[in-house]
RNA sequence: GCCGGGGUGGCGGAAUGGUAGACGCAGCGGACUUAAAAUCCGCUGGGGGGUAGCCCCCGUACGGGUUCGAGUCCCGUCCCCGGCACCA
């Protein structure tokens, strides 16, 4: 007999499915669209990318065999900043470094037998894709969600560029998280995603996503009602205007706060106070968001010697500006209400500024001076007409007293803040804008697209400046205005490469088009996307933008849906065995030569056994010498990640995908270990030597299965086959890889089981040949191979194997006997056996009758096939 | 602090309100082998009892509750992971 070779048969099968075209998409019946995320092309794979991936195949091979016309593409997000650092490194071309990445990846991709439909691959970086990005912000452009203002912006030292709010995490840059986040005062392009805000919160609702991705969605849209309340000043004309969600607390309001970035700030300051004023505001611009928070939330501020009258009492009340009051949200500007609000009654304490109870708590009236601020629902009180209201009530009561007398109105405000686009670097789309002396800022003309990048050859080209590397290409910004046709200049600047990935699904349906980024009927038929899987990294990234994208498309008509992407799933990440380096051990204690900040708030060096096992680490002896070890997510950098080009070539692409998708439910965490590839190997070398142990026999079965037939052994067989078909179906659906491969490996046994009593019969082969079309999604290379021994055609062929639904109605069951709810025995008995028949059977069970000795029985429930309950007393 | 998700053997993890611990890893015992590996068979939550077939008690973070019956539902508490965090 042969034995199971993985590297005899992976390579063979992978040309076949290539040459039969087994996964090229047509529009036409059914469809089912499968996506994973499309990867930044970095280099060599190693299988924490590949874990994705994996999942993505499994599901497309299962439904095309299921008979489902799949679109299961790959693309490249291929421009963006590594590639340019990795040329500033190395000195080749961003191109180049890309392109030979994408080689690498694709070659991985293929080793694992993940398949495609390569004819629609895309990647960003090419022209006849790009073009498509400037044509649809061209668009957007035209129907105004396209603008260019001046404010003060994110800006990454470490990238020399700025950067969107969704990519400053904990103030920092997201892709250097130890690199704070500046600020900078300069002019950008924005999209004006804020004008959808409430569509991107409302539409969440119909999504199959993960409940994490959803409600982390919803804080960043960050709807709140309220009210704007117009304060009137004290010797002015103007008013100063504040956004409250409290409007009942209105008559508590004992001071107005305004953001140091509010422009009435200094407008307001009086001459005595000049220049204190300036003083902070100049400090608070200065701060990153970072200092801003070491600070802890003591609050700062200073008055400005100006004043407001409260709309409700008349009262007048002091001005003051503070960093506490951000100027990105609502209008920049509060009332400050230190009886209900904690932060304004931490600023009035500090402060000395008068606290007003206005809400009193129901029941329990608060302690005056009030200790803390109150901030739940009360009753209103010294609030005038509205004393004894229901502050919930007192609420739309105030906002319409205001809007009576026009000092207010309703308002519902958004978190969310549009999206600034521009980038100041080389590896990107160029923005298709021009700046005219005459005509100010004039679009690129459709038929003049694309905007191409210039082909920067020098490395000191691409290096970043502090503005665009294009700035200093006259040959790229030197043009001539399309409206008046004199001399202008381009926009130097180029697009988040968010922009590129938020509409690269669309592409796929329709991915040659030269006219428009897609075809709108091609899309029609392919949208949305019934599955999606990727990393929860991108829960406001990507996700958020692509939305926003798809929401416009659809209001311009060239797309059917509103959302992208019907169903979500994130996955977890593949963690490692990693070597932290060597360690002395002393007692209880562990010092490493390092200070390190593996699980730990603060870095040190010392840490106790305790501690060790606590994290979920290790100690290792490795060359005499004690070392620490960890699980940690694969990467390149920690040099742990296990290569899909050197491990496929020494054990097999589909030992890989059962080791990926058999250790962990998919959304968790998986430490690949050698035991967990062992596991896989023993399991497909079970699966090949039951097969290839019974081949002759079974090439002999000739005779038909005759299902209703059946008898003793293979009945059994017959019925544990479609108990598993249901399991692996059901589990498929819903992604649960995990227990369906479980299910595999339990059939598997029972086939052992089978044949160590029983001949090959045709129940037999039928369960062999099912099997194996169970399996082809998980271990696609050992299936086929194993098919081919029985069969002409392909398992893609083949068909998903059809549930015998009588198959599962089993004659005898086994019921659990209960006696107080306590299980006591089992009995076999008719599937639709009576009361009587249970409990006579129940009765003749030894311990049973042990435990009904000298009782009597009260109450005995019965659910038929599962359990009898005999309720006994004395 | 707020929001989301969790807490089940030595480990990864299974369990539509109905026999807790499927499947696998690790471990233990046996067969085969000169030996090892591989493979095959068996055992494997904790405690106790019995010559044995087996039986009993405890057990799904903790405390209550609903129910004939709770890992699963409800109330409260603790802990862990993830996200957000001066958003008025």
Known sequence: ?????????????????????????????????????????????????????????????????????????????????????????????????????????????ELMGILYDWDREVTTCEPDYYRFNQWIFLKMWEKGLVYRAKGLVNWCPKCQTVLANEQVVEGRCWRHP????????????????????????????GLRWPEKVKAMQRAWIGRSEGAEIHFPLEGREEKVTVFTTRPDTLFGATFLVLAPEHPLTLALASPERRAEVEAYVEASRRKTEIERQAEGREKTGVFLGAYALNPATGERIPIWTADYVLYGYGTGAIMGVPGHDQRDFEFASRFGLPIRKVIERPGDPLPEP??????????????????????????????????????????????LRDWLISRQR???????????????????????????????????????????????????????????????????????????????YLRYTDPHNEILPFDPEKARFWMPVDQYIGGVEHAVLHLLYSRFFTKFLYDLGLVSVEEPFQGLFTQGMVLAWTDFGPVEVKGEKVYLPEPTRIMLEVPRNELTLEEIQKMGAELREKEGRTHLFKPAVMSKSKGNGVMVGPFVREQGADIARITILFAAPPENEMVWTEEGVQGAWRFLNRVWRRVAEDREALLQVTEPLEAGNLKGADRALYAKLHETLKKVTDDLEALRFNT?????????????????????????????????????????????????????NSLFEAGWPELDEKALEKEVVEVAVQVNGRLRGTIQIPKDAPLEVARAEALKVRNVQAHLEGKEVVKEIYVPGKVLNLVVRG
């Open 178 to 205: 130890d690199t704070p986040v500046e600020k900078r005062e300069l002019e950008q392009w924005y999209l004006r995603i804020t004008a959808y805000a409430e569509r991107l919160l409302r539409d969440l609702e």
């Open 740 to 792: 369906a491969i479980a299910a595999l490996m339990e059939f598997l046994n029972a086939l052992y089981e089978y044949r160590r009593e029983n001949p090959v019969t045709p129940a037999y082969r039928r369960a062999i040949l099912d099997y194996l079309r169970m399996l082809f999604p998980f271990a696609p290379h050992l299936a086929e191979e194993l098919w081919h021994w029985f069969a002409p």
């Open 1 to 109: 007999m042969e034995r199971y070779d993985p590297h005899a048969i992976e390579p063979k099968w992978q040309r076949f499915w290539k040459e039969k075209g087994f996964m090229r998409a047509k529009e036409e019946g059914q469809k089912q669209y499968v996506l994973v995320m499309f990867p930044y092309p970095s280099g060599d794979l190693h299988m924490g990318h590949l874990k994705n991936y994996t999942m993505g195949d499994v599901l497309a091979r299962f439904r095309r065999v299921q008979g489902y016309e799949v679109l299961h593409p790959m693309g490249w997000d291929a421009f963006g900043l590594p590639a340019e650092n990795a040329a500033l490194k190395f000195g080749v071309h961003p191109r180049d470094w890309t392109y030979e990445n994408i080689r690498q990846a694709k070659e991985s991709l």
């Open 370 to 415: 009030l200790e803390r601020a109150y901030e739940e629902p009360g009753i209103m009180v010294h609030s005038g007409p509205f004393d004894g209201t229901p502050s919930e009530e007192g609420k739309a009561k105030v906002v319409a007293w205001l809007e009576e007398r026009g000092l207010g109105q309703r308002k519902v405000t958004y978190r």
């Open 426 to 504: 080389y590896w990107g789309t160029p923005i298709p804008m021009v700046h005219c002396p005459r005509c100010g800022v004039v679009p690129v003309p459709e038929e003049e697209l694309p905007v191409l990048l210039p082909d920067l050859k020098e490395v000191e080209d691409i290096r970043p400046k502090g503005k665009s590397p294009l700035e200093a290409h006259p040959e790229f910004y030197e043009t001539t205005c399309p409206k008046c046709g004199g001399p202008a200049k381009r926009d130097t600047d180029t697009m988040d490469t968010f922009f590129d990935s938020s509409w690269y």
